[in-house]
């Protein structure tokens, strides 16, 4: 018997898939295209105030990775429950 997963189950396993997968796509790119990985060291060098970029690329970082897993969670919750309820 399969058993049904819970929001927080859901939710933790969409925010380890997403991790994952911002994690290879972040790699792959590293190690494919170092031309935008210096590009961006160089703006981001010669900018003036490096707090408020380093805190804006981290929060824009954050917000696609928090948003991203709230919805894969949603899915993950919804395609559990109606599963499960389609065998009974």
């Keep these: 018997m399969q058993q049904v ?20 796509k972040l790699i792959r790119k590293s190690l494919t295209n170092f031309t935008e990985i210096r590009s961006f060291l160089r703006e981001f060098s010669q900018e003036r105030d490096k707090g408020l970029a380093l805190v804006t690329f981290l929060g824009t970082f954050l917000l696609i990775y928090l948003v991203s897993s709230l919805v894969l969670g949603l899915i993950y919750y919804l395609a559990n429950h109606v599963g499960a309820s389609l065998k009974k």
Excluded: C, H, N, P
């Design 5 to 24: 997963m819970t929001w927080k189950q859901a939710l933790t396993r969409s925010f380890q898939l997403v991790g994952l997968i911002l994690g290879i």
